[in-house]
């Protein structure tokens, strides 16, 4: 049982660095009393939690171990500021430079951040009202990273925008990684009655340090307001990220949910959308591009709470060298949800003989006048499609390329701005392209395709 | 919807049509579960050395293990101490001869619609009836030895085949499996056997009926069906008990062996006592079904029609080996009341240009759960392996719930997998559409619903499907509104 001992010695480190933390003078002494308590308590989730079937642990231990393995120096110094502006520049979307929030390893920076704009009220963890740190939902599947996030959180953020406000201007946030840390990024956001906001959120990591991350982030709908919210996850290769999503949506919201994965050794995304409030909709979409030995795992649950919900999932992968990805989506709707129309489909692309996916699309459903559908296909380039355009000129790479971009093309185009489109369309291709010639190679190599008439016209 | 309503108020009204107990004088062991009972089952049967050291050693794991939660079924714990493990019919009865067996137990089989004299002489269907614990009639033994296939009880074929018997048993599902299969192969009593001859195309369709007798009885079947090379069986099950206040155990283990080119149909018609209306007594069906396509180019088909059982959790599964083997799981689960089914397949696809179809209709009326949940896994080396899985939910009522709990892995770039699964109910207006032209809106469920498991009948060899549809008909009535 080594990856139980290796659990055993995360937990303890956890406990052991929170120890020398002080937790006294802290804004928030009680909470993360409280979750400490909660933490020595509790063990670290394991195979045998359903969501946490698919996850290799070794990613998190062996980074945790490095993390930990010198508590004195567990927060280092990080990059000195003009190193950090630069960085800061490259990465900031050019519609939002004026709406731009960043935090590095995990802390809210105020000085980096460039905010004006009176309809938003952004708030740091010194000056936030104490209900915005939500933490007391015990229901929660993930009070461990929960606790954990409290338990290290040095700063963050809480964004409030004002009832009837439509704000034109999409907002950034931009997270920076840069060193070997355990990093604890934290916010709240809340979209009042009538509103309607756009966000984009980055995350970006230096080459070669080996962070982890662990978000955890709320959003509350309330009525009729609208939140669109796009993540690009390009962090670094050799980190582990963990992240927490939950959503409540209150009558007539809506909430468009588009995620991307390009990034990080091993990411695990846990994404809870909450439908409280009767004629709410949620529109999840996702896409993993993930080559070289990276992993990435969606959870993604929805509850129908109430009637006359609608929601639409829609995930989508790209799976080449040894990468492993996991689609674990749940539709659940409750005894008193008539009239739910719920959609749920993931559609994989598997380009190497050692990639490998597990799909898992559940349906929940306790009650009777309903219409729900989900959907899983796994497979590889259309041989016909890939011929029709090489008999058209194209070179095999590019015909492999451009079937490729069509398959992402259906969730990189619900990107609203352009800059933040061609940002993430590159670097879908960047983790295709290092396999295409070698995807192609294996497909002319494959035993059926050989047989087949194409395989002449190939040579 | 009044009428809808009475209509199948009437439905859920009916009686369990199997529920008489039959007055047999019955040997059985006192209640308990320990070294002791299993020697003593092994030499009641006389058995070889072998078949006991497989008992004993399924014992000490079965010690060692707990039973599993992670089923989406909820029952108090079984006491394994409370059960009887071996319930037999007192009279001696001679399996060569039919004028022998209790006249008691044939009446009881003809109430079942299985009067085993006319099967006898009815072309086409071998009979092994199963009472309680021990194999009571077998049918057209004779005609069958001639062109070399065996078709016996288990216990006989461990008198009689030892040698087939010893190279088979446990090579699908090992002993230490899971909690309930390893309990089988501790305490089983009977089943079936066959083994079907290299280049033999079975002649007729083999069918075993089961039946619980006894109150507080557990029953305890294993079946082993062999077919070897160039080959094809059909088999049918079907299975009833009497009605009782106190839940029994049914755990079975079914293990099934496909050589090169040859194929296995296995169909189930499960129609255990389910319980009355407030879910007191029942059937809890706890099965493992195993299929292995051990040669290139071999087939297994598994049909199940599930009705009865207060709680169903089983999932007839196929482990592809062979290159080109191909699996087929069909399916319609209904339940009714407070029944709870747990129920779907695995398809273990490990040989290359391995197929599998997965169609599941699962149907839940009352305050039913149905749950479907299956495993579909790609290994490295299967390469174009390709399954197409079609899970169907009809609710039927705002109190039941259907859930879905597929689980793909696929570890193989040239697999082609497909996935998809909807979930509705009887809509008013097809309903009315149907009354419109005449038909009566019992009629009119009923034939909804058998276009709605359509897929899954029309792989049930022939009187089967009728009498599948009448069935669901019969289980259904009064449960729209």
Same mark, same amino acid.
């Given at each position: 049982?080594?990856?139980?001992?290796?659990?055993?010695?995360?937990?303890?480190?956890?406990?052991?660095?929170?120890?020398?933390?002080?937790?006294?003078?802290?804004?928030?002494?009680?909470?993360?009393?409280?979750?400490?308590?909660?933490?020595?308590?509790?063990?670290?989730?394991?195979?045998?939690?359903?969501?946490?079937?698919?996850?290799?642990?070794?990613?998190?231990?062996?980074?945790?171990?490095?993390?930990?393995?010198?508590?004195?120096?567990?927060?280092?110094?990080?990059?000195?500021?003009?190193?950090?502006?630069?960085?800061?520049?490259?990465?900031?979307?050019?519609?939002?430079?004026?709406?731009?929030?960043?935090?590095?390893?995990?802390?809210?920076?105020?000085?980096?951040?460039?905010?004006?704009?009176?309809?938003?009220?952004?708030?740091?963890?010194?000056?936030?009202?104490?209900?915005?740190?939500?933490?007391?939902?015990?229901?929660?599947?993930?009070?461990?990273?929960?606790?954990?996030?409290?338990?290290?959180?040095?700063?963050?953020?809480?964004?409030?925008?004002?009832?009837?406000?439509?704000?034109?201007?999409?907002?950034?946030?931009?997270?920076?990684?840069?060193?070997?840390?355990?990093?604890?990024?934290?916010?709240?956001?809340?979209?009042?009655?009538?509103?309607?906001?756009?966000?984009?959120?980055?995350?970006?990591?230096?080459?070669?340090?080996?962070?982890?991350?662990?978000?955890?982030?709320?959003?509350?709908?309330?009525?009729?307001?609208?939140?669109?919210?796009?993540?690009?996850?390009?962090?670094?290769?050799?980190?582990?990220?963990?992240?927490?999503?939950?959503?409540?949506?209150?009558?007539?919201?809506?909430?468009?949910?588009?995620?991307?994965?390009?990034?990080?050794?091993?990411?695990?995304?846990?994404?809870?959308?909450?439908?409280?409030?009767?004629?709410?909709?949620?529109?999840?979409?996702?896409?993993?591009?993930?080559?070289?030995?990276?992993?990435?795992?969606?959870?993604?649950?929805?509850?129908?709470?109430?009637?006359?919900?609608?929601?639409?999932?829609?995930?989508?992968?790209?799976?080449?060298?040894?990468?492993?990805?996991?689609?674990?989506?749940?539709?659940?709707?409750?005894?008193?949800?008539?009239?739910?129309?719920?959609?749920? $489909? &993931?559609?994989?692309? /598997?380009? =190497?003989? !050692?990639?490998?996916?597990?799909?898992?699309?559940?349906? @929940? %459903?306790? +009650? *009777?006048?309903?219409?729900?559908?989900?959907?899983?296909?796994?497979?590889?380039?259309?041989?016909?499609?890939?011929?029709?355009?090489?008999?058209?000129?194209?070179?095999?790479?590019?015909?492999?390329?451009?079937?490729?971009?069509?398959?992402?093309?259906?969730? $990189? &185009?619900?990107?609203? /701005?352009? =800059?933040? !489109?061609?940002?993430?369309?590159?670097?879908?291709?960047? @983790? %295709?392209? +290092? *396999?295409?010639?070698?995807?192609?190679?294996?497909?002319?190599?494959?035993?059926?395709?050989?047989?087949?008439?194409?395989?002449?016209?190939?040579? | 919807?009044?009428?809808?309503?009475?209509?199948?108020?009437?439905?859920?009204?009916?009686?369990?049509?199997?529920?008489?107990?039959?007055?047999?004088?019955?040997?059985?062991?006192?209640?308990?579960?320990?070294?002791?009972?299993?020697?003593?089952?092994?030499?009641?049967?006389?058995?070889?050395?072998?078949?006991?050291?497989?008992?004993?050693?399924?014992?000490?794991?079965?010690?060692?293990?707990?039973?599993?939660?992670?089923?989406?079924?909820?029952?108090?714990?079984?006491?394994?101490?409370?059960?009887?493990?071996?319930?037999?019919?007192?009279?001696?009865?001679?399996?060569?001869?039919?004028?022998?067996?209790?006249?008691?137990?044939?009446?009881?089989?003809?109430?079942?619609?299985?009067?085993?004299?006319?099967?006898?002489?009815?072309?086409?269907?071998?009979?092994?009836?199963?009472?309680?614990?021990?194999?009571?009639?077998?049918?057209?033994?004779?005609?069958?030895?001639?062109?070399?296939?065996?078709?016996?009880?288990?216990?006989?074929?461990?008198?009689?085949?030892?040698?087939?018997?010893?190279?088979?048993?446990?090579?699908?599902?090992?002993?230490?499996?899971?909690?309930?299969?390893?309990?089988?192969?501790?305490?089983?009593?009977?089943?079936?056997?066959?083994?079907?001859?290299?280049?033999?195309?079975?002649?007729?369709?083999?069918?075993?009926?089961?039946?619980?007798?006894?109150?507080?009885?557990?029953?305890?079947?294993?079946?082993?069906?062999?077919?070897?090379?160039?080959?094809?069986?059909?088999?049918?099950?079907?299975?009833?008990?009497?009605?009782?206040?106190?839940?029994?155990?049914?755990?079975?283990?079914?293990?099934?062996?496909?050589?090169?080119?040859?194929?296995?149909?296995?169909?189930?018609?499960?129609?255990?006592?389910?319980?009355?209306?407030?879910?007191?007594?029942?059937?809890?069906?706890?099965?493992?079904?195993?299929?292995?396509?051990?040669?290139?180019?071999?087939?297994?088909?598994?049909?199940?029609?599930?009705?009865?059982?207060?709680?169903?959790?089983?999932?007839?599964?196929?482990?592809?080996?062979?290159?080109?083997?191909?699996?087929?799981?069909?399916?319609?689960?209904?339940?009714?009341?407070?029944?709870?089914?747990?129920?779907?397949?695995?398809?273990?696809?490990?040989?290359?240009?391995?197929?599998?179809?997965?169609?599941?209709?699962?149907?839940?009326?009352?305050?039913?759960?149905?749950?479907?949940?299956?495993?579909?896994?790609?290994?490295?080396?299967?390469?174009?392996?390709?399954?197409?899985?079609?899970?169907?939910?009809?609710?039927?009522?705002?109190?039941?719930?259907?859930?879905?709990?597929?689980?793909?892995?696929?570890?193989?770039?040239?697999?082609?997998?497909?996935?998809?699964?909807?979930?509705?109910?009887?809509?008013?207006?097809?309903?009315?559409?149907?009354?419109?032209?005449?038909?009566?809106?019992?009629?009119?469920?009923?034939?909804?619903?058998?276009?709605?498991?359509?897929?899954?009948?029309?792989?049930?060899?022939?009187?089967?499907?009728?009498?599948?549809?009448?069935?669901?008909?019969?289980?259904?009535?009064?449960?729209?509104?």
């Amino acid at each position: 049982m080594k990856s139980n001992q290796d659990s055993i010695k995360f937990e303890e480190s956890i406990i052991r660095t929170a120890s020398k933390q002080d937790i006294e003078n802290s804004s928030i002494k009680d909470l993360k009393k409280k979750a400490l308590e909660f933490i020595s308590s509790n063990s670290f989730p394991n195979k045998k939690n359903e969501e946490w079937k698919y996850y290799d642990f070794k990613d998190l231990f062996s980074n945790s171990s490095n993390i930990f393995s010198d508590t004195e120096t567990f927060r280092q110094e990080a990059l000195d500021k003009k190193e950090l502006v630069m960085l800061v520049d490259k990465y900031v979307f050019r519609e939002s430079s004026e709406n731009l929030i960043v935090t590095v390893n995990g802390v809210y920076r105020e000085d980096l951040s460039n905010f004006n704009n009176n309809d938003i009220e952004i708030s740091n963890l010194s000056n936030c009202k104490s209900d915005q740190l939500i933490d007391t939902d015990s229901s929660s599947k993930d009070q461990y990273l929960r606790s954990l996030n409290t338990l290290f959180i040095e700063n963050a953020f809480f964004i409030k925008v004002a009832k009837n406000k439509k704000i034109d201007k999409t907002l950034q946030v931009l997270h920076i990684s840069n060193q070997n840390s355990f990093n604890q990024i934290r916010s709240a956001i809340e979209i009042a009655e009538g509103s309607s906001l756009d966000m984009v959120i980055s995350y970006v990591g230096l080459e070669d340090s080996s962070y982890i991350s662990n978000a955890v982030i709320d959003c509350h709908l309330a009525k009729n307001s609208n939140l669109n919210f796009t993540k690009i996850q390009n962090d670094s290769s050799n980190s582990v990220t963990l992240y927490s999503l939950d959503v409540k949506q209150d009558k007539d919201s809506n909430f468009d949910f588009n995620s991307f994965h390009f990034g990080a050794k091993s990411s695990r995304d846990q994404i809870t959308v909450d439908l409280n409030g009767t004629n709410s909709n949620a529109n999840l979409n996702g896409l993993y591009v993930v080559n070289q030995s990276r992993k990435t795992h969606q959870i993604i649950t929805v509850n129908h709470n109430v009637e006359r919900c609608t929601s639409k999932q829609l995930f989508k992968g790209i799976i080449s060298d040894e990468a492993r990805a996991e689609f674990n989506g749940m539709i659940e709707v409750k005894k008193n949800a008539k009239l739910t129309d719920a959609k749920q $489909l &993931n559609n994989n692309l /598997l380009l =190497s003989p !050692k990639a490998h996916i597990d799909s898992r699309p559940q349906l @929940n %459903i306790l +009650t *009777d006048d309903v219409k729900c559908a989900h959907g899983s296909t796994i497979g590889q380039l259309n041989e016909e499609e890939l011929f029709y355009l090489q008999s058209r000129g194209f070179n095999k790479s590019d015909a492999f390329v451009t079937l490729t971009y069509s398959f992402c093309q259906e969730i $990189l &185009n619900k990107i609203k /701005l352009d =800059s933040v !489109k061609n940002y993430a369309t590159n670097l879908a291709f960047n @983790n %295709i392209s +290092t *396999d295409s010639n070698g995807a192609l190679a294996k497909l002319a190599n494959n035993d059926k395709f050989k047989k087949s008439r194409y395989a002449k016209n190939l040579k | 919807m009044s009428n809808t309503q009475n209509n199948l108020e009437k439905l859920q009204n009916q009686k369990y049509k199997y529920g008489f107990t039959s007055d047999i004088e019955t040997e059985s062991f006192p209640k308990g579960l320990s070294e002791d009972v299993i020697r003593k089952i092994s030499s009641i049967k006389n058995e070889p050395k072998f078949m006991t050291d497989f008992r004993l050693k399924a014992y000490k794991q079965f010690l060692d293990m707990e039973a599993p939660t992670w089923a989406n079924v909820d029952f108090p714990k079984i006491d394994m101490q409370e059960i009887i493990y071996y319930s037999a019919p007192k009279t001696k009865i001679s399996k060569d001869s039919l004028d022998e067996v209790d006249p008691e137990i044939l009446k009881t089989y003809s109430k079942l619609g299985i009067p085993i004299e006319e099967q006898m002489r009815l072309e086409g269907i071998a009979v092994d009836a199963i009472f309680d614990s021990v194999s009571v009639a077998n049918t057209h033994k004779k005609a069958l030895a001639e062109i070399g296939i065996i078709f016996c009880s288990i216990s006989e074929a461990i008198q009689e085949h030892p040698e087939l018997v010893k190279k088979y048993i446990g090579t699908v599902i090992p002993s230490s499996d899971n909690y309930f299969a390893t309990l089988n192969s501790a305490v089983f009593s009977d089943g079936t056997f066959v083994y079907i001859p290299p280049n033999t195309k079975c002649p007729l369709e083999l069918s075993t009926n089961f039946r619980i007798n006894t109150e507080g009885s557990g029953q305890f079947e294993r079946t082993l069906i062999i077919c070897d090379e160039n080959s094809y069986v059909s088999y049918l099950e079907g299975c009833t008990a009497p009605a009782f206040d106190t839940n029994q155990l049914h755990a079975a283990n079914v293990e099934l062996i496909v050589m090169k080119n040859a194929e296995i149909k296995y169909s189930t018609v499960q129609n255990w006592y389910a319980g009355d209306e407030n879910g007191k007594g029942g059937i809890y069906n706890f099965v493992t079904k195993r299929a292995i396509c051990q040669g290139d180019n071999s087939k297994v088909s598994w049909t199940q029609v599930e009705t009865g059982s207060a709680i169903t959790w089983k999932y007839p599964s196929c482990i592809l080996k062979g290159d080109n083997s191909i699996g087929e799981f069909y399916s319609v689960a209904l339940t009714n009341n407070l029944q709870q089914a747990d129920t779907g397949t695995k398809m273990i696809h490990l040989g290359k240009n391995t197929k599998s179809t997965i169609v599941s209709k699962g149907i839940s009326a009352g305050r039913s759960d149905n749950t479907y949940r299956g495993l579909v896994k790609i290994g490295p080396n299967a390469a174009n392996a390709r399954n197409y899985t079609q899970c169907d939910s009809m609710l039927i009522g705002s109190k039941c719930s259907a859930n879905t709990t597929p689980y793909i892995e696929v570890s193989n770039n040239t697999a082609n997998i497909e996935h998809e699964a909807s979930t509705s109910k009887i809509s008013e207006d097809q309903l009315f559409y149907l009354n419109q032209r005449g038909i009566s809106t019992e009629d009119a469920i009923s034939t909804i619903i058998s276009g709605f498991c359509k897929d899954v009948f029309k792989e049930l060899p022939g009187e089967f499907a009728a009498e599948a549809n009448q069935l669901m008909a019969l289980k259904l009535e009064n449960s729209v509104g």
